[in-house]
């Protein structure tokens, strides 16, 4: 148990609460595979994790931790200036880059194959990246997810630099443009990665929505895959 961050989880907890009795507490830093701060109540024991990726932080963010825990755990709300100091934290360069190298050591994302049965993930990318990016993309490496998933139809992870889109449309009763469509705005998110403005996280910007207009058949894709 960390004996500062203990007490900084003691403070915010009366400062919550001035009436309530103090519960047991038992705080630490723990190595979690990404950002994750987690508390629960067992046997009146409130039991708190940190991601150790926090642990050199200053003490004004670990206060901003402990506020939004524990306003959490009893239903408080959250003061803004606290919420917004710790995202701007977890949204520095330095935190990003730590956090993804260790998703990369600790984290089990399995990568499958390009190949599918109906449509060729690296081939699409090469053929996308001549069209729209005169073939300056680094190519990331692109798998069919291991499950259908349909609330997801793709995403871009930087961590394993890993363009995975859902098996849900390697079909040939799928068009080659939705699929298309799904892997070009993916490639959007590698070269536009995500920003943050003031306390608020971009991830769709400006000079992405400009570029994702640029796809040919935008309006079908979308209302394909809506449909789908």
Not at 97 to 117: E, F, P, V, W
Not at 131 to 155: D, E, Y
Not at 188 to 207: A, N, Y
Request: include cysteine; charge should be positive; charged fraction near 30%.
């Amino acid at each position: 148990m960390n004996p500062k961050l203990l007490s900084t989880f003691a403070e915010n907890y009366r400062e919550l609460r001035p009436r309530g009795p103090m519960p047991e507490l038992t705080v630490q830093f723990y190595p979690f595979a990404s950002i994750n701060n987690t508390i629960r109540m067992r046997d009146g024991k409130l039991f708190v994790r940190v991601s150790d990726v926090l642990e050199g932080a200053p003490d004004n963010v670990l206060h901003a931790i402990a506020h939004i825990l524990l306003a959490k755990m009893y239903r408080k709300p959250i003061e803004r200036e606290q919420a917004t100091r710790y995202r701007r934290y977890i949204s520095s360069r330095e935190i990003r880059n730590k956090t993804d190298l260790l998703r990369q050591m600790r984290g089990r994302k399995r990568i499958g194959s390009a190949r599918g049965s109906a449509y060729d993930l690296d081939a699409i990318f090469e053929e996308l990246n001549a069209r729209f990016f005169h073939g300056l993309l680094a190519r990331p490496r692109m798998t069919w997810s291991r499950v259908h998933a349909r609330n997801r139809l793709g995403h871009y992870d930087p961590a394993h630099n890993a363009i995975v889109v859902s098996r849900v449309f390697d079909d040939f009763r799928v068009p080659r443009y939705a699929v298309e469509y799904i892997v070009y705005h993916e490639m959007l998110h590698l070269k536009h990665p995500v920003k943050l403005r003031g306390s608020r996280r971009c991830v769709h910007s400006g000079e992405f929505q400009a570029e994702e207009r640029l796809f040919p058949r935008l309006e079908d894709a979308k209302a394909m895959l809506k449909r789908l």
